[in-house]
C-alpha cells in the first residue's frame, strides 16, 4: 500500500481540518465522504447521550420553552434531510448496488 498521496484535483474542496475525526482519518475518499462520515459520527454520538425533552429544555437555564426547542429540532432536521436530499439525489439516479450494500463490508 503506497503511502503517498494521491495529486489534488483542483476543482474539488479540501477536506476540513476543523473536526477531531476528520483530522485522524486514516484515509479519506473524499472531501465528500469525509464530511459525510464526519456528520454520521456526530449525529450518531449524540443519539447516544442526549436527554429527554426536557432535560434538553433545562440545559437552556430559563432561556427556551419546550415548544421553541421543539422548533428548533425541527427544524434542524429539516435542514439536514434537505441537506442530504441535495447531496444524495444524483447517487440514488445511479445505477449501482441496493442501499446498504456498498458499505455491508464495513460492519
Do not use: W
Amino acid at each position: 500500500m503506497s503511502t503517498t498521496a494521491a495529486p489534488r484535483r483542483p476543482h474539488l474542496p479540501k477536506a476540513p481540518v476543523d473536526c477531531d475525526l476528520v483530522r485522524n482519518v486514516a484515509r479519506v475518499e473524499t472531501p465528500m465522504i469525509t464530511e459525510m462520515v464526519a456528520a454520521m459520527f456526530h449525529l450518531e454520538r449524540l443519539a447516544q447521550r442526549v436527554g429527554t425533552p426536557q432535560e434538553e429544555v433545562e440545559a437552556y437555564e430559563g432561556r427556551a420553552d419546550l415548544a421553541r426547542h421543539r422548533r428548533y429540532v425541527l427544524d434542524a432536521d429539516a435542514r439536514i434531510r434537505r441537506a442530504l436530499d441535495q447531496l444524495t439525489e444524483p447517487y440514488a439516479k445511479l445505477a449501482g448496488p441496493e442501499v446498504g450494500e456498498a458499505t455491508a463490508h464495513a460492519a
